[in-house]
């Protein structure tokens, strides 16, 4: 019996070190669309196929490697443009069409880390970047509070997110829920409330700015 148990324990532990190790990358994540994500379905409705076409998700390594390049403390994001309304509501995906993408990549980034950058985003962003217009070095800012649910991301004058905390005022129809899933992959998943989602940039034909949207997830990656 005790023989056992020891086994036990040991695959247990195996397991979990083998969990543990596959993490070789960690850090913060945040997107925002141009519809609503948090919403009813009468609003998401109405918003198919004539919103939710632009999307900004951006990454922050805490810690990790990706390609065996480090990457600590960079950032990357991407800013998608498609034909219609990007994402899944958990069981059916939207009829996106076309997708075209801008990438920005940190400038603190030496050659090799920006390599490895573009890589981790085209992996992990794999249905959104088939079609990449540009790639720009540009400063990048990326903080999440998790706990008063406020985000900032910049990334130079070409794109911005800025959140705040759902509140029950938002609420309208009073049916409201997490419609759209994340655009990828995420853990620690909180719905918040876009007080500014912007794109300035020439590259994908199209600039937008967003206020006052139920439009954005704030979340942890691990890769």
């Known amino acids: 019996m005790q023989a056992l148990r020891q086994m036990v324990a040991l695959t247990v ?39 939710g076409k632009e999307a900004v998700m951006a990454w922050k390594v805490d810690k990790g490697e990706w390609n065996n390049v480090k990457l600590d403390g960079l950032a990357a994001a991407v800013v998608v443009k498609a034909q219609g309304t990007l994402g899944t509501d958990g069981v059916f995906p939207m009829d996106a069409g076309k997708i075209k993408a801008v990438v920005l990549i940190d400038e603190k980034a030496n050659e090799a880390q920006q390599a490895a950058l573009l890589a981790f985003v085209k992996e992990t962003a794999k249905d959104y970047t088939k079609d990449i217009l540009a790639v720009k070095n540009v400063s990048i800012e990326l903080k999440n509070d998790h706990v008063d649910h406020v985000s900032h991301f910049k990334a130079g004058e070409l794109a ?11 609420c309208v129809c009073t049916n409201e829920t997490v419609f759209y899933q994340p655009l990828t992959k995420v853990e620690n998943t909180s719905p918040a409330y876009s007080t500014r989602l912007a794109y300035q940039g020439n590259d994908l034909g199209t600039k937008f700015i967003n206020r006052g949207i139920r439009s954005a997830f704030m979340a942890t990656f691990r890769k």
Not at 161 to 170: E, Y
């Open 160 to 170: 911005e997110i800025s959140t705040r905390k759902l509140k029950s005022t938002d």
């Open 13 to 51: 532990l195996g397991s979990l070190t083998g969990v543990a190790s596959a993490a070789n990358i960690t850090g913060e994540y945040l997107e925002a669309r141009t519809c609503n994500v948090y919403t009813g379905p009468c609003f998401a409705n109405a918003e198919m196929s004539l919103a």
